[in-house]
Protein backbone atom coordinates (compact mmCIF):
# COMPACT_ATOMS: atom_id res chain seq x y z
CA UNK A 1 0.00 0.00 0.00
CA UNK A 2 0.84 4.11 -0.47
CA UNK A 3 2.01 5.93 2.32
CA UNK A 4 -1.11 7.40 3.96
CA UNK A 5 -1.52 10.22 6.29
CA UNK A 6 -4.88 10.91 8.09
CA UNK A 7 -6.61 12.63 10.99
CA UNK A 8 -7.73 10.82 13.58
CA UNK A 9 -9.06 10.36 17.27
CA UNK A 10 -7.52 8.71 20.35
CA UNK A 11 -9.19 7.61 23.01
CA UNK A 12 -7.45 7.53 26.51
CA UNK A 13 -8.30 7.83 30.09
CA UNK A 14 -7.05 10.87 30.92
CA UNK A 15 -6.57 13.69 33.53
CA UNK A 16 -7.38 17.06 32.58
CA UNK A 17 -3.96 19.35 32.28
CA UNK A 18 -5.33 21.95 34.02
CA UNK A 19 -4.60 25.72 34.64
CA UNK A 20 -1.26 27.37 33.73
CA UNK A 21 0.54 28.89 37.36
CA UNK A 22 -0.24 32.62 36.96
CA UNK A 23 2.59 33.18 38.80
CA UNK A 24 5.94 34.15 37.32
CA UNK A 25 8.75 31.34 37.21
CA UNK A 26 10.89 33.85 39.09
CA UNK A 27 13.40 30.91 40.83
CA UNK A 28 16.79 29.86 39.55
CA UNK A 29 17.24 26.47 38.09
CA UNK A 30 20.15 24.16 39.13
CA UNK A 31 21.15 21.07 37.49
CA UNK A 32 24.39 18.69 37.96
CA UNK A 33 26.48 17.85 35.18
CA UNK A 34 27.26 14.10 34.39
CA UNK A 35 30.46 14.98 36.66
CA UNK A 36 28.48 15.88 39.48
CA UNK A 37 29.52 19.62 39.00
CA UNK A 38 26.57 22.42 38.94
CA UNK A 39 26.09 23.31 35.32
CA UNK A 40 25.36 26.58 33.05
CA UNK A 41 23.51 24.93 30.20
CA UNK A 42 20.07 26.07 31.74
CA UNK A 43 19.22 29.57 31.15
CA UNK A 44 18.72 31.45 34.95
CA UNK A 45 15.12 31.13 35.05
CA UNK A 46 11.86 29.09 33.04
CA UNK A 47 11.28 32.66 32.03
CA UNK A 48 9.26 33.40 29.86
CA UNK A 49 7.40 29.84 30.29
CA UNK A 50 5.03 29.32 32.85
CA UNK A 51 4.72 26.47 35.21
CA UNK A 52 2.20 23.49 34.22
CA UNK A 53 1.10 22.59 38.20
CA UNK A 54 -2.71 22.69 37.78
CA UNK A 55 -3.16 18.79 36.45
CA UNK A 56 -4.78 16.03 38.92
CA UNK A 57 -4.28 12.52 39.26
CA UNK A 58 -8.12 11.54 38.27
CA UNK A 59 -8.56 10.64 34.89
CA UNK A 60 -11.68 10.21 32.49
CA UNK A 61 -12.20 8.97 29.14
CA UNK A 62 -10.95 11.48 26.79
CA UNK A 63 -10.79 12.36 22.59
CA UNK A 64 -6.89 13.13 21.87
CA UNK A 65 -6.72 14.66 18.46
CA UNK A 66 -4.42 12.61 15.92
CA UNK A 67 -2.60 11.95 12.67
CA UNK A 68 -1.65 8.13 11.70
CA UNK A 69 0.93 7.89 9.41
CA UNK A 70 0.63 4.44 7.94
CA UNK A 71 2.12 2.12 5.03
CA UNK A 72 2.50 -1.56 4.54
CA UNK A 73 5.19 -2.39 7.40
CA UNK A 74 4.51 0.61 10.35
CA UNK A 75 1.30 2.37 11.49
CA UNK A 76 2.99 5.93 13.30
CA UNK A 77 0.25 7.31 15.55
CA UNK A 78 0.82 11.30 16.46
CA UNK A 79 -0.34 13.62 18.93
CA UNK A 80 -0.18 16.80 18.01
CA UNK A 81 -1.33 18.63 20.34
CA UNK A 82 0.79 17.31 22.73
CA UNK A 83 4.11 18.12 21.76
CA UNK A 84 3.90 16.54 18.51
CA UNK A 85 4.05 13.10 21.11
CA UNK A 86 4.69 9.85 18.56
CA UNK A 87 2.37 7.78 20.88
CA UNK A 88 2.58 4.70 18.73
CA UNK A 89 5.02 3.02 16.41
CA UNK A 90 3.24 -0.71 15.29
CA UNK A 91 5.13 -2.78 13.41
CA UNK A 92 2.23 -4.59 11.15
CA UNK A 93 3.98 -7.57 10.22
CA UNK A 94 5.27 -8.91 13.75
CA UNK A 95 2.04 -6.97 15.61
CA UNK A 96 4.72 -5.32 17.86
CA UNK A 97 4.61 -1.97 19.02
CA UNK A 98 8.03 -0.86 19.11
CA UNK A 99 7.75 1.99 21.87
CA UNK A 100 5.83 1.33 25.37
CA UNK A 101 2.56 2.64 24.43
CA UNK A 102 1.39 4.28 27.74
CA UNK A 103 -2.58 3.45 28.39
CA UNK A 104 -3.52 6.59 30.17
CA UNK A 105 -2.54 10.63 29.64
CA UNK A 106 -1.42 11.35 33.26
CA UNK A 107 1.20 14.43 33.78
CA UNK A 108 3.29 14.03 36.46
CA UNK A 109 5.90 16.96 37.59
CA UNK A 110 8.84 15.49 35.12
CA UNK A 111 9.15 18.60 32.82
CA UNK A 112 11.41 21.40 32.79
CA UNK A 113 7.92 23.44 33.82
CA UNK A 114 5.85 20.71 35.67
CA UNK A 115 4.01 18.34 32.91
CA UNK A 116 5.33 15.88 31.40
CA UNK A 117 3.70 12.22 30.21
CA UNK A 118 5.33 8.80 29.87
CA UNK A 119 5.22 6.65 26.43
CA UNK A 120 6.34 7.19 22.83
CA UNK A 121 8.94 9.37 21.28
CA UNK A 122 9.49 12.91 22.06
CA UNK A 123 10.87 15.54 20.96
CA UNK A 124 12.96 18.09 23.21
CA UNK A 125 14.06 21.66 22.17
CA UNK A 126 15.94 23.83 24.63
CA UNK A 127 17.71 23.13 27.51
CA UNK A 128 18.56 19.61 28.69
CA UNK A 129 15.59 17.72 30.18
CA UNK A 130 12.03 17.11 29.14
CA UNK A 131 10.86 20.38 27.29
CA UNK A 132 8.78 22.75 28.53
CA UNK A 133 6.85 22.33 25.23
CA UNK A 134 6.12 18.26 26.09
CA UNK A 135 2.13 18.96 26.80
CA UNK A 136 1.98 21.61 24.27
CA UNK A 137 -0.21 22.24 20.86
CA UNK A 138 2.35 22.46 18.12
CA UNK A 139 2.06 23.80 14.44
CA UNK A 140 1.50 21.17 12.24
CA UNK A 141 0.77 20.53 8.16
CA UNK A 142 1.43 18.45 5.63
CA UNK A 143 4.12 18.80 3.12
CA UNK A 144 5.27 16.93 0.00
CA UNK A 145 8.10 14.21 0.94
CA UNK A 146 11.01 13.58 -0.74
CA UNK A 147 10.13 10.34 -2.09
CA UNK A 148 6.70 12.23 -3.95
CA UNK A 149 4.46 11.17 -1.09
CA UNK A 150 3.64 13.51 1.93
CA UNK A 151 5.11 13.87 5.22
CA UNK A 152 4.01 15.67 8.45
CA UNK A 153 5.23 18.69 9.52
CA UNK A 154 5.54 19.88 13.36
CA UNK A 155 7.41 23.25 14.05
CA UNK A 156 6.98 25.93 16.61
CA UNK A 157 9.14 28.63 18.59
CA UNK A 158 11.21 27.35 21.42
CA UNK A 159 11.37 30.03 23.86
CA UNK A 160 13.67 29.25 26.61
CA UNK A 161 16.50 29.43 23.45
CA UNK A 162 14.03 32.24 21.39
CA UNK A 163 14.55 29.47 18.76
CA UNK A 164 12.07 28.22 15.90
CA UNK A 165 12.79 24.45 15.20
CA UNK A 166 10.77 21.78 12.71
CA UNK A 167 10.30 17.91 12.81
CA UNK A 168 9.42 16.13 9.50
CA UNK A 169 8.14 12.71 9.53
CA UNK A 170 7.24 10.39 6.90
CA UNK A 171 7.27 6.63 5.82
CA UNK A 172 8.67 5.93 2.86
CA UNK A 173 6.59 3.21 1.08
CA UNK A 174 7.05 -0.62 1.92
CA UNK A 175 10.42 0.54 4.67
CA UNK A 176 10.24 -0.74 7.99
CA UNK A 177 11.98 3.18 8.76
CA UNK A 178 9.83 5.95 9.97
CA UNK A 179 12.33 8.59 9.01
CA UNK A 180 12.72 12.23 11.03
CA UNK A 181 14.35 15.36 9.88
CA UNK A 182 15.10 17.51 12.54
CA UNK A 183 16.18 21.27 11.82
CA UNK A 184 16.53 23.98 14.80
CA UNK A 185 17.54 27.78 13.45
CA UNK A 186 19.03 30.87 14.36
CA UNK A 187 17.45 33.54 13.24
CA UNK A 188 19.43 36.32 15.37
CA UNK A 189 22.37 37.78 14.62
CA UNK A 190 23.98 36.44 18.04
CA UNK A 191 25.27 32.79 18.66
CA UNK A 192 22.81 30.73 20.97
CA UNK A 193 23.62 27.53 22.43
CA UNK A 194 20.88 24.89 21.64
CA UNK A 195 20.24 21.48 22.38
CA UNK A 196 18.45 18.64 21.64
CA UNK A 197 17.04 15.51 22.37
CA UNK A 198 14.92 12.97 21.08
CA UNK A 199 13.93 10.27 23.41
CA UNK A 200 11.54 7.03 23.03
CA UNK A 201 10.27 5.27 26.62
CA UNK A 202 10.50 1.77 25.67
CA UNK A 203 9.14 -1.65 27.41
CA UNK A 204 12.06 -2.72 30.20
CA UNK A 205 11.73 -6.38 32.07
CA UNK A 206 14.48 -8.55 33.35
CA UNK A 207 15.94 -9.49 30.03
CA UNK A 208 15.44 -6.02 27.84
CA UNK A 209 19.03 -5.02 27.04
CA UNK A 210 19.79 -1.24 25.72
CA UNK A 211 23.36 -1.40 23.43
CA UNK A 212 24.83 1.76 21.50
CA UNK A 213 28.23 1.40 19.59
CA UNK A 214 30.40 2.55 22.99
CA UNK A 215 32.32 -0.07 25.36
CA UNK A 216 31.16 2.20 28.17
CA UNK A 217 29.24 4.61 29.22
CA UNK A 218 29.03 7.46 32.26
CA UNK A 219 26.33 7.51 34.96
CA UNK A 220 25.10 10.85 35.95
CA UNK A 221 27.12 12.20 39.32
CA UNK A 222 29.30 8.84 39.44
CA UNK A 223 33.28 9.73 40.47
CA UNK A 224 33.98 6.69 39.23
CA UNK A 225 33.31 7.65 35.67
CA UNK A 226 33.12 5.36 32.62
CA UNK A 227 32.27 1.50 33.14
CA UNK A 228 30.03 -1.06 31.47
CA UNK A 229 26.09 -0.69 32.71
CA UNK A 230 24.92 -2.81 35.32
CA UNK A 231 21.48 -4.60 34.51
CA UNK A 232 18.57 -4.52 36.78
CA UNK A 233 19.92 -1.78 39.51
CA UNK A 234 18.14 -1.12 42.34
CA UNK A 235 18.21 2.66 42.35
CA UNK A 236 17.06 5.01 39.83
CA UNK A 237 20.11 5.71 36.95
CA UNK A 238 21.04 7.73 33.88
CA UNK A 239 24.10 6.92 31.98
CA UNK A 240 25.81 8.38 29.18
CA UNK A 241 27.28 6.26 26.19
CA UNK A 242 30.77 6.95 25.00
CA UNK A 243 30.08 7.06 21.08
CA UNK A 244 33.30 7.40 18.97
CA UNK A 245 33.36 9.85 16.99
CA UNK A 246 33.51 8.54 13.75
CA UNK A 247 31.02 5.13 14.60
CA UNK A 248 27.96 5.10 13.60
CA UNK A 249 25.50 6.47 15.86
CA UNK A 250 22.63 3.96 17.05
CA UNK A 251 20.67 2.73 19.89
CA UNK A 252 18.37 -0.40 20.45
CA UNK A 253 16.34 -1.76 23.24
CA UNK A 254 15.97 -5.41 22.32
CA UNK A 255 14.06 -8.40 24.65
CA UNK A 256 14.95 -11.97 25.57
CA UNK A 257 14.30 -12.96 21.96
CA UNK A 258 16.45 -10.64 20.53
CA UNK A 259 14.42 -8.40 19.14
CA UNK A 260 12.96 -4.71 19.38
CA UNK A 261 13.56 -1.41 18.52
CA UNK A 262 16.46 0.77 16.80
CA UNK A 263 17.36 4.23 16.23
CA UNK A 264 19.71 6.24 14.19
CA UNK A 265 21.00 8.91 12.78
CA UNK A 266 23.13 11.14 10.67
CA UNK A 267 26.31 12.68 12.22
CA UNK A 268 25.03 15.89 14.46
CA UNK A 269 23.04 13.84 16.88
CA UNK A 270 26.20 11.80 18.56
CA UNK A 271 25.25 11.30 21.87
CA UNK A 272 23.29 8.23 23.45
CA UNK A 273 21.74 7.54 26.70
CA UNK A 274 19.66 5.57 29.14
CA UNK A 275 17.69 6.39 31.75
CA UNK A 276 16.23 3.53 34.17
CA UNK A 277 13.98 3.65 37.40
CA UNK A 278 15.39 1.21 39.04
CA UNK A 279 13.87 -1.85 40.80
CA UNK A 280 13.44 -0.21 43.97
CA UNK A 281 10.48 0.69 45.56
CA UNK A 282 10.59 4.43 44.94
CA UNK A 283 11.67 3.14 41.23
CA UNK A 284 8.29 1.04 41.14
CA UNK A 285 6.23 3.73 42.39
CA UNK A 286 7.04 6.08 40.12
CA UNK A 287 7.15 4.23 37.37
CA UNK A 288 3.25 3.28 38.28
CA UNK A 289 2.58 7.45 38.79
CA UNK A 290 3.10 7.62 35.24
CA UNK A 291 0.98 5.10 33.85
CA UNK A 292 -0.94 2.61 36.00
CA UNK A 293 -0.58 -0.29 37.82
CA UNK A 294 0.32 -3.50 36.36
CA UNK A 295 1.52 -1.57 33.21
CA UNK A 296 5.30 -3.27 32.34
CA UNK A 297 8.06 -1.45 33.38
CA UNK A 298 9.51 1.38 31.06
CA UNK A 299 13.16 2.58 30.51
CA UNK A 300 14.18 5.77 28.29
CA UNK A 301 16.77 5.66 25.38
CA UNK A 302 18.05 9.30 24.23
CA UNK A 303 19.68 10.45 21.13
CA UNK A 304 21.18 13.77 21.76
CA UNK A 305 23.43 16.92 20.53
CA UNK A 306 26.61 16.03 22.65
CA UNK A 307 27.68 13.18 24.55
CA UNK A 308 26.99 13.73 27.66
CA UNK A 309 23.31 14.82 29.12
CA UNK A 310 22.96 18.00 29.54
CA UNK A 311 24.68 19.33 26.10
CA UNK A 312 24.60 21.87 24.14
CA UNK A 313 26.34 23.20 21.18
CA UNK A 314 26.82 26.69 19.87
CA UNK A 315 24.88 27.48 16.36
CA UNK A 316 26.09 31.12 15.55
CA UNK A 317 24.10 34.00 14.06
CA UNK A 318 21.68 33.05 10.76
CA UNK A 319 22.82 29.50 11.10
CA UNK A 320 20.85 26.60 11.30
CA UNK A 321 21.54 22.43 11.95
CA UNK A 322 19.52 19.68 10.65
CA UNK A 323 20.06 15.82 10.76
CA UNK A 324 17.65 12.95 10.14
CA UNK A 325 16.58 10.28 12.57
CA UNK A 326 15.28 6.77 11.50
CA UNK A 327 13.50 4.59 13.95
CA UNK A 328 12.20 0.73 13.23
CA UNK A 329 12.24 -2.44 14.08
CA UNK A 330 15.46 -4.93 14.92
CA UNK A 331 16.02 -8.66 14.77
CA UNK A 332 19.23 -9.68 16.01
CA UNK A 333 20.90 -13.23 17.45
CA UNK A 334 19.09 -13.37 21.12
CA UNK A 335 22.72 -15.97 22.11
CA UNK A 336 25.23 -12.63 20.73
CA UNK A 337 22.61 -9.97 22.37
CA UNK A 338 22.69 -11.24 25.56
CA UNK A 339 25.93 -12.65 25.67
CA UNK A 340 28.99 -12.01 27.97
CA UNK A 341 31.05 -10.83 25.49
CA UNK A 342 29.67 -7.27 24.76
CA UNK A 343 31.95 -6.35 21.83
CA UNK A 344 30.26 -8.87 19.92
CA UNK A 345 26.90 -7.70 20.92
CA UNK A 346 27.28 -4.69 19.87
CA UNK A 347 28.83 -5.84 16.08
CA UNK A 348 25.69 -8.16 16.30
CA UNK A 349 23.22 -4.96 16.38
CA UNK A 350 25.43 -3.46 14.27
CA UNK A 351 25.55 -5.50 11.44
CA UNK A 352 21.72 -6.06 11.29
CA UNK A 353 21.48 -2.50 11.45
CA UNK A 354 23.43 -2.21 8.35
CA UNK A 355 21.46 -5.16 6.73
CA UNK A 356 18.08 -3.23 7.71
CA UNK A 357 19.08 0.47 6.75
CA UNK A 358 22.44 1.06 5.28
CA UNK A 359 24.54 3.99 6.59
CA UNK A 360 24.43 5.32 3.05
CA UNK A 361 21.39 4.89 2.12
CA UNK A 362 20.09 7.12 5.71
CA UNK A 363 22.88 9.34 4.10
CA UNK A 364 21.16 9.94 0.95
CA UNK A 365 18.10 10.02 2.76
CA UNK A 366 18.99 13.05 4.37
CA UNK A 367 20.25 14.93 1.45
CA UNK A 368 17.03 14.03 -0.24
CA UNK A 369 14.64 15.80 2.54
CA UNK A 370 17.28 18.80 3.06
CA UNK A 371 15.62 20.69 -0.01
CA UNK A 372 12.04 19.89 0.95
CA UNK A 373 12.61 21.09 4.79
CA UNK A 374 11.72 24.53 3.25
CA UNK A 375 8.93 23.58 1.28
CA UNK A 376 6.12 25.57 2.25
CA UNK A 377 3.02 23.51 4.51
CA UNK A 378 -0.57 22.49 2.70
CA UNK A 379 -3.73 21.57 4.98
CA UNK A 380 -3.09 22.64 8.69
CA UNK A 381 -3.77 20.32 10.90
CA UNK A 382 -3.45 21.47 14.12
CA UNK A 383 -1.76 25.27 15.80
CA UNK A 384 0.66 25.88 17.91
CA UNK A 385 0.96 29.11 19.86
CA UNK A 386 1.33 32.57 18.41
CA UNK A 387 4.32 33.47 20.35
CA UNK A 388 6.51 32.94 17.17
CA UNK A 389 4.09 35.29 14.87
CA UNK A 390 5.10 37.84 17.48
CA UNK A 391 8.72 37.19 17.10
CA UNK A 392 8.48 37.33 13.65
CA UNK A 393 6.26 40.56 13.76
CA UNK A 394 8.60 42.21 16.14
CA UNK A 395 12.12 41.35 13.75
CA UNK A 396 11.19 40.60 10.44
CA UNK A 397 12.46 37.10 10.31
CA UNK A 398 12.04 35.32 6.83
CA UNK A 399 11.98 31.35 8.19
CA UNK A 400 11.06 29.20 4.78
CA UNK A 401 8.95 26.13 5.75
CA UNK A 402 8.03 27.25 9.50
CA UNK A 403 5.55 30.38 8.90
CA UNK A 404 4.63 32.41 11.89
CA UNK A 405 1.64 33.90 10.98
CA UNK A 406 0.26 36.54 12.55
CA UNK A 407 -3.29 34.87 12.58
CA UNK A 408 -1.90 32.74 15.10
CA UNK A 409 -1.61 35.65 17.75
CA UNK A 410 -3.87 35.46 20.53
CA UNK A 411 -4.86 37.16 23.44
CA UNK A 412 -1.80 36.55 25.46
CA UNK A 413 0.38 38.00 22.66
CA UNK A 414 -2.01 40.99 22.54
CA UNK A 415 -0.34 43.64 25.10
CA UNK A 416 2.73 42.95 23.32
CA UNK A 417 1.87 43.68 20.20
CA UNK A 418 0.38 47.12 21.52
CA UNK A 419 3.66 47.56 23.04
CA UNK A 420 5.68 46.69 19.97
CA UNK A 421 3.45 49.07 18.20
CA UNK A 422 2.38 52.17 20.37
CA UNK A 423 5.17 51.75 23.41
CA UNK A 424 2.85 51.39 26.08
CA UNK A 425 1.42 48.39 27.31
CA UNK A 426 -2.82 47.98 27.86
CA UNK A 427 -3.97 48.66 31.13
CA UNK A 428 -5.10 45.54 33.10
CA UNK A 429 -8.34 45.28 35.38
CA UNK A 430 -7.54 45.41 38.76
CA UNK A 431 -8.53 42.10 39.72
CA UNK A 432 -7.30 39.98 37.08
CA UNK A 433 -3.94 38.79 37.41
CA UNK A 434 -0.88 39.91 35.00
CA UNK A 435 -0.21 37.59 32.01
CA UNK A 436 2.80 35.83 30.88
CA UNK A 437 5.88 38.17 31.03
CA UNK A 438 8.32 38.54 27.79
CA UNK A 439 12.13 38.54 29.17
CA UNK A 440 14.36 38.77 25.91
CA UNK A 441 16.63 41.67 25.59
CA UNK A 442 14.47 43.55 22.83
CA UNK A 443 11.25 43.11 25.01
CA UNK A 444 12.95 44.10 28.00
CA UNK A 445 14.48 47.02 25.91
CA UNK A 446 11.00 48.11 25.18
CA UNK A 447 9.72 47.67 28.69
CA UNK A 448 12.36 50.29 30.15
CA UNK A 449 11.25 52.87 27.71
CA UNK A 450 7.79 52.60 27.98
CA UNK A 451 5.60 54.47 30.90
CA UNK A 452 6.06 53.67 34.33
CA UNK A 453 3.05 52.10 35.68
CA UNK A 454 2.69 49.48 38.07
CA UNK A 455 1.86 46.66 35.22
CA UNK A 456 5.35 48.13 33.54
CA UNK A 457 7.43 47.65 36.70
CA UNK A 458 5.94 44.74 37.14
CA UNK A 459 7.03 43.49 33.96
CA UNK A 460 10.48 45.33 33.72
CA UNK A 461 11.26 43.77 37.00
CA UNK A 462 10.80 39.99 35.99
CA UNK A 463 12.42 40.61 32.59
CA UNK A 464 15.48 41.95 34.84
CA UNK A 465 15.27 39.24 37.16
CA UNK A 466 15.99 36.60 34.59
CA UNK A 467 18.56 38.71 33.53
CA UNK A 468 20.43 38.26 36.27
CA UNK A 469 20.11 41.96 37.36
CA UNK A 470 18.67 40.90 41.10
CA UNK A 471 19.00 44.59 42.55
CA UNK A 472 17.38 46.66 39.72
CA UNK A 473 14.85 44.39 39.66
CA UNK A 474 13.70 44.47 43.22
CA UNK A 475 13.63 48.21 42.47
CA UNK A 476 11.39 47.95 39.49
CA UNK A 477 9.40 46.32 41.72
CA UNK A 478 9.20 48.68 44.96
CA UNK A 479 8.55 51.54 42.51
CA UNK A 480 5.83 49.34 41.05
CA UNK A 481 4.00 48.99 44.69
CA UNK A 482 3.76 52.88 45.03
CA UNK A 483 0.58 53.35 43.17
CA UNK A 484 -0.55 49.81 42.34
CA UNK A 485 -3.81 48.99 42.57
CA UNK A 486 -3.73 45.28 42.91
CA UNK A 487 -0.51 44.81 44.90
CA UNK A 488 0.24 41.13 45.29
CA UNK A 489 2.01 40.07 42.10
CA UNK A 490 4.55 42.63 42.90
CA UNK A 491 4.58 41.58 46.58
CA UNK A 492 4.97 37.76 45.83
CA UNK A 493 7.98 39.17 43.44
CA UNK A 494 9.74 40.80 46.10
CA UNK A 495 8.52 37.52 48.51
CA UNK A 496 10.92 35.43 46.06
CA UNK A 497 13.70 37.92 45.89
CA UNK A 498 14.06 37.52 49.84
CA UNK A 499 13.83 33.83 49.62
CA UNK A 500 16.66 34.12 47.30
CA UNK A 501 18.73 35.98 49.24
CA UNK A 502 17.81 34.60 52.26
CA UNK A 503 15.83 36.89 54.48
CA UNK A 504 12.84 34.35 54.88
CA UNK A 505 11.39 36.67 57.60
CA UNK A 506 11.25 38.85 55.40
CA UNK A 507 9.82 36.44 52.45
CA UNK A 508 7.24 35.85 54.83
CA UNK A 509 6.11 39.12 55.10
CA UNK A 510 5.74 39.16 51.43
CA UNK A 511 3.75 36.36 51.31
CA UNK A 512 1.46 37.19 53.98
CA UNK A 513 0.96 40.53 52.84
CA UNK A 514 0.20 39.07 49.31
CA UNK A 515 -2.05 36.61 50.14
CA UNK A 516 -4.05 39.11 51.86
CA UNK A 517 -4.24 41.25 49.57
CA UNK A 518 -5.18 38.76 46.69
CA UNK A 519 -8.22 38.11 49.18
CA UNK A 520 -9.29 41.69 49.66
CA UNK A 521 -10.10 41.77 45.78
CA UNK A 522 -13.75 41.89 44.72
CA UNK A 523 -13.62 40.67 42.25
CA UNK A 524 -15.08 37.62 40.20
CA UNK A 525 -13.74 34.48 42.45
CA UNK A 526 -14.18 32.16 39.39
CA UNK A 527 -11.31 29.52 37.81
CA UNK A 528 -8.36 31.99 37.25
CA UNK A 529 -8.63 33.89 41.13
CA UNK A 530 -9.01 29.51 42.32
CA UNK A 531 -5.80 29.38 40.30
CA UNK A 532 -3.89 32.60 41.92
CA UNK A 533 -5.10 31.63 45.16
CA UNK A 534 -3.66 28.01 45.02
CA UNK A 535 -0.68 28.73 43.73
CA UNK A 536 -0.01 32.09 45.70
CA UNK A 537 -1.74 30.09 49.01
CA UNK A 538 0.91 27.36 48.16
CA UNK A 539 3.55 28.99 48.38
CA UNK A 540 2.71 31.50 51.33
CA UNK A 541 2.13 28.54 53.34
CA UNK A 542 5.81 26.91 52.98
CA UNK A 543 7.66 30.60 53.39
CA UNK A 544 5.35 31.11 56.78
CA UNK A 545 6.17 27.42 58.24
CA UNK A 546 9.68 27.84 57.50
CA UNK A 547 9.69 31.42 59.45
CA UNK A 548 7.70 29.29 61.95
CA UNK A 549 5.00 31.46 61.90
CA UNK A 550 2.42 28.71 62.32
CA UNK A 551 -1.08 30.63 63.31
CA UNK A 552 -0.37 32.94 59.77
CA UNK A 553 0.15 29.67 58.04
CA UNK A 554 -3.09 28.22 58.94
CA UNK A 555 -4.77 31.52 58.04
CA UNK A 556 -3.54 31.20 54.61
CA UNK A 557 -4.51 27.56 54.39
CA UNK A 558 -8.31 27.97 56.29
CA UNK A 559 -9.16 30.70 53.52
CA UNK A 560 -8.63 28.81 50.47
CA UNK A 561 -11.69 27.41 48.49
CA UNK A 562 -12.73 24.14 50.14
CA UNK A 563 -11.90 22.54 46.55
CA UNK A 564 -8.54 23.54 46.62
CA UNK A 565 -7.64 22.54 50.23
CA UNK A 566 -8.92 18.66 49.10
CA UNK A 567 -6.14 18.68 46.70
CA UNK A 568 -3.07 16.33 48.23
CA UNK A 569 -0.65 19.12 47.83
CA UNK A 570 -3.44 21.17 50.79
CA UNK A 571 -4.07 17.75 52.69
CA UNK A 572 0.05 17.04 52.97
CA UNK A 573 0.30 21.06 53.63
CA UNK A 574 -2.40 20.21 56.46
CA UNK A 575 -0.28 17.47 58.41
CA UNK A 576 2.88 19.84 58.01
CA UNK A 577 0.60 22.33 59.84
CA UNK A 578 -0.45 19.68 62.25
CA UNK A 579 2.87 18.33 62.90
CA UNK A 580 4.18 22.35 63.32
CA UNK A 581 1.57 22.73 66.06
CA UNK A 582 2.43 19.55 68.19
CA UNK A 583 -0.71 17.45 66.81
CA UNK A 584 1.17 14.11 65.99
CA UNK A 585 -1.93 12.29 65.85
CA UNK A 586 -4.03 14.22 63.61
CA UNK A 587 -1.18 14.66 61.30
CA UNK A 588 -0.70 10.78 61.51
CA UNK A 589 -3.97 10.28 60.67
CA UNK A 590 -3.85 12.04 57.46
CA UNK A 591 -1.39 9.99 55.68
CA UNK A 592 -2.96 6.84 57.28
CA UNK A 593 -6.34 7.99 55.76
CA UNK A 594 -4.21 8.50 52.35
CA UNK A 595 -3.31 11.69 49.60
CA UNK A 596 -1.60 12.29 46.36
CA UNK A 597 0.59 15.37 45.49
CA UNK A 598 -0.05 15.67 41.72
CA UNK A 599 2.74 17.38 41.17
CA UNK A 600 5.45 15.70 43.29
CA UNK A 601 9.03 15.57 41.79
CA UNK A 602 11.51 13.31 41.41
CA UNK A 603 13.80 14.56 44.39
CA UNK A 604 11.86 15.62 46.37
CA UNK A 605 11.92 14.23 49.30
CA UNK A 606 9.56 16.10 52.14
CA UNK A 607 6.99 13.41 52.08
CA UNK A 608 9.54 10.96 54.29
CA UNK A 609 11.09 13.73 55.96
CA UNK A 610 7.69 14.60 57.54
CA UNK A 611 6.44 11.05 57.86
CA UNK A 612 10.03 10.76 59.99
CA UNK A 613 9.26 13.51 62.26
CA UNK A 614 5.78 11.75 62.97
CA UNK A 615 7.23 8.30 63.66
CA UNK A 616 9.59 6.03 63.97
CA UNK A 617 7.90 3.48 61.67
CA UNK A 618 9.03 2.40 58.42
CA UNK A 619 7.87 4.97 55.60
CA UNK A 620 4.64 3.44 54.38
CA UNK A 621 5.36 2.13 50.47
CA UNK A 622 2.57 4.29 49.34
CA UNK A 623 4.76 7.00 49.89
CA UNK A 624 8.21 6.35 49.07
CA UNK A 625 9.34 7.86 45.94
CA UNK A 626 12.90 7.80 46.98
CA UNK A 627 15.40 7.15 44.06
CA UNK A 628 18.39 7.59 45.30
CA UNK A 629 20.65 4.87 47.66
CA UNK A 630 20.60 5.55 51.03
CA UNK A 631 17.26 7.57 51.31
Known amino acids: MATTVRRAVLTLPAAPLGPENPLPALRTLDEPQADGRAKNALPHTLLPVRILDGYGRERRSTDLDAVVIENERLRVTVLPGLGGRIHSLHHKPTGRELVYRNPVFQPANLALNGAWFSGGIEWNPGPGGHSTLS???????????????????????????DLPFQVDLWLPDDSDFLQVGVRIRNPHERAVHVDWSSRTTVEEDAHTRVLAPAEEARR???????????????????????????ARKWVASLDATGEGLVQ??????????????GTGTGGRNWQRWITEPGAPGCMEIRAGLAHTRPGRVRLDGGGELSWLEAYGPLAADPAAVHGDDGGAARTEVADRLEAALPRA?????YEAWLPYAD?????????????????????????????????????????????????????????????????????????????????????????????????QAVRSWERGLRSATSRWPLLRCLAVADQQGGNPGRAADHFAEAFDDLCRGSGDRGPAWTATAAALGREAIAALLEADRIAEARSVLDRLPHGVRERGAFRFAEAQLLLAEGQKEAARALFDAGFEIADLRPGDETLSEVWAALTDDPLPDAYDYRLRQGS
Open 135 to 161: CAPLHTALVPAPDGGTMLRLWEWERLR
Open 220 to 246: LGDPRGARRVPPGEEFSAEYSYDVPDG
Open 264 to 277: TSTGPLRGRALHRW
Open 361 to 365: ELDAA
Open 375 to 471: ADPGERLAEGSGWGALEVLCAGFKLPGTPFEEATLGDEQTPWVELLTGGVLPELSPDAPPGPTLVAPHWRDMLETAPAEPLTEYHLGIAQWHAGDLA
